[in-house]
């Protein structure tokens, strides 16, 4: 019971190392404000990865601590806790290959973010960021005692009065190395800030852990230790063969390797402002060379709708399909500027980047050397300059405009379509002609490139309404008001007035008097400062004044025998004659008869009779003495 009871206590207090551990960076990014974000990156083998799960164990760490120290001094300036926010699994562009060797990376970021005062951050030789952990994988062979050999992450950044960022390493491609082949691999890395970049090979460092105290600490340390080199390996002939490793000033590896193994190296970029090093940022890595047979699929040859290709273009905003032939015997991996796109295995890809396309092709049920496709170009093509002018911007009653295309391109390389309000009313012309208000829309359609341009315009109706009588009558040498209501503001409408006869004052004002002697026809142009124009006609009728007599005798003597009212004609509307009891005893619509002094054929006794006489201009109540 004892022995096991010690034997629990060894496995709980024994160090988790780091043998999951291939490889990582440190990421440093300005956020304004003197905040920073640290990010720390590892590529874990996930053979080796043990997840925590509870209070269980798992050498995956929940979170790390880097610390800051002076570049000059050494002395500690800070430490930061990073959290791991996720976790990714790395494409290998050879299925069979990497599942017939166990090849499963994964990748894993940690963030924090810390505040570096200007005041405190200010040494001119500058800082750096570090991370140490032991221990690498115990099967790399190209460096001594792996196994128990530590690895440090390491970044360098100047003083902080500026917002600089660190340079950031490209994800890598899932990758290895063939044996006696050629290879190339991607290790650039891109600068927020536009700095030059400087890339070279350097000794991974091992740092002060070891398997008793596997994190590093915040003591001072002088330096970092170097990994110390296998026999017939250096810095010089990290992977050997006839070609060893190397890294060119673009970021890419390259190297043609006689052995296989497991390799691990390092990469320093540098970081280059104004001629001057602001600071270096290192990717530790391991690389495996593998035996690899040489029975190669046929290079994949990359389509466009069953053409072959080497340069496509598509319109902004667009997709396009790019395909190679499909067969169940190979695997694919699409990669965009040499970087694998991550889930892009199919024998096609929807595309809307623009950039160099390659596809590799590999066997998918054995190990074999792989194949890549050449690359094609994918840019984008500009969508037609289209605008649409016309005469007018704003449409009058009953006018007609014109709507034309204006693009630098030449006419025949353009198809055009026009709606008006969504709906199409005209086909492939550069211009049309309009008589209706609403939301015009071009579309210009490049013959070439597919692409399509497009502008709208928006044409308001201007409608001018002008209220007056159609007609109206007056007594001869009365004046008539002529006032227009008009359904617009009239502020800076402009009225002119003309007439059938002479007109006399001013015939651009909005309101007019008049006393014409005759019947006379009025008409008022009202215009916009839009030119848009409305008329309006109203007629003036002038009626004589009536002479109505006061009595008649109605005795057939011929002498004054009617009820004539003189210069009515036409005027009167309606006539009614009362007696004394209020009985109606003559009507007339208009007075085309005049009253002879009779109520159902008798005549009526002698006596004063009212009236009411309705007419074109006004009403006249009145008494008519009938004579005997």
Same mark, same amino acid.
């Given at each position: ?386 605008? /649409?002018? !016309? $005469?007018?911007?704003? =449409?009058? +009653?009953? &006018?007609? #405009? /014109?709507? !034309? $295309?204006?693009?630098? =391109?030449? +006419?025949? &390389?353009? #198809? ?12 492939? #012309? ?199």
């Amino acid at each position: 019971m004892k022995k096991l009871l010690m034997y629990c206590l060894l496995l709980i207090t024994s160090p988790v190392l780091s043998n999951h551990i291939v490889g990582g960076e440190l990421r440093m990014n300005g956020l304004g404000n003197n905040r920073f974000e640290i990010s720390l990156i590892q590529y874990w083998d996930q053979n080796n990865l043990t997840i925590p799960v509870g209070n269980s164990g798992g050498n995956r760490d929940p979170s790390a601590t880097l610390y800051i120290y002076n570049k000059r001094t050494r002395a500690l300036m800070e430490q930061v806790t990073v959290d791991l926010t996720s976790s990714s699994n790395i494409e290998y562009q050879n299925k069979a290959c990497a599942t017939y060797r166990s090849l499963n990376t994964v990748v894993g970021v940690y963030h924090g973010t810390v505040v570096l005062s200007p005041q405190k951050y200010n040494e001119p030789d500058g800082y750096y960021l570090v991370w140490e952990r032991c221990c690498r994988n115990s099967d790399i062979n190209n460096i001594m005692e792996p196994g128990s050999s530590g690895m440090v992450f390491y970044l360098e950044f100047p003083p902080v009065i500026t917002n600089n960022s660190s340079p950031e390493f490209t994800l890598p491609n899932g990758q290895y190395i063939c044996n006696k082949k050629n290879f190339t691999m991607n290790m650039s890395a891109t600068d927020a800030d536009g700095d030059q970049l400087r890339y070279s090979l350097t000794t991974p460092l091992r740092g002060h852990t070891n398997t008793r105290q596997p994190n590093g600490n915040s003591s001072t340390k002088s330096d970092y230790p170097s990994v110390e080199w296998t026999p017939g390996t250096s810095l010089a002939n990290v992977i050997p063969g006839s070609s060893p490793l190397s890294i060119d000033q673009n970021g890419m590896l390259r190297v043609n390797s006689d052995y296989i193994g497991l390799y691990v190296f390092a990469i320093q970029c540098e970081e280059f402002k104004n001629g001057k090093r602001i600071g270096v940022v290192r990717r530790d890595f391991q690389l495996l060379v593998i035996d690899c047979t040489d029975d190669a699929p046929e290079p994949p040859i990359i389509m466009q709708e069953n053409k072959s290709v080497t340069e496509v273009s598509i319109c902004p905003g667009t997709t396009t399909t790019l395909e190679t032939s499909v067969d169940p015997d190979w695997y694919y991996q699409w990669q965009l500027n040499g970087l694998n796109i991550p889930g892009a295995t199919h024998a096609t890809i929807a595309v809307t980047d623009t950039g160099s396309y390659t596809v590799i092709k590999s066997y998918s049920k054995k190990c074999t050397r792989d194949t890549t496709s050449a690359a094609i170009r994918v840019y984008i093509s500009a969508l037609p300059e289209i605008s /649409i002018s !016309t $005469a007018k911007d704003i =449409l009058c +009653t009953d &006018e007609t #405009t /014109i709507l !034309t $295309a204006n693009t630098p =391109l030449n +006419t025949n &390389e353009l #198809t055009y379509s026009w709606t008006l309000n969504n709906n199409s009313f005209a086909g492939n #012309t550069p211009s049309v002609s309009i008589n209706e208000p609403g939301l015009y829309q071009l579309l210009a359609e490049n013959k070439n490139t597919g692409c399509i341009g497009h502008d709208t315009l928006t044409i308001p109706l201007e409608k001018i309404v002008i209220s007056l009588p159609d007609s109206l009558t007056i007594m001869k040498g009365t004046d008539a008001e002529l006032v227009p209501t008009i359904n617009i503001d009239d502020t800076y409408l402009s009225f002119t007035w003309t007439s059938s006869n002479t007109l006399t004052g001013d015939p651009h004002t909005k309101n007019i008097s008049v006393s014409p002697q005759e019947k006379t026809y009025y008409t008022v142009t009202v215009t916009s400062v839009n030119d848009c124009t409305t008329k309006r006609v109203v007629l003036v009728k002038v009626r004589d004044v009536m002479h109505i007599p006061s009595a008649f005798s109605p005795n057939n003597d011929g002498i004054n025998d009617t009820f004539e009212i003189f210069n009515s004609k036409d005027q009167i509307q309606h006539i009614r004659i009362y007696n004394r009891w209020g009985q109606v005893i003559f009507s007339s619509q208009g007075y085309n008869l005049p009253w002879n002094g009779t109520f159902k054929n008798q005549l009526v006794p002698a006596g004063s009779y009212p009236y009411i006489i309705e007419a074109d201009a006004t009403s006249y109540k009145g008494e008519i003495l009938v004579l005997r």
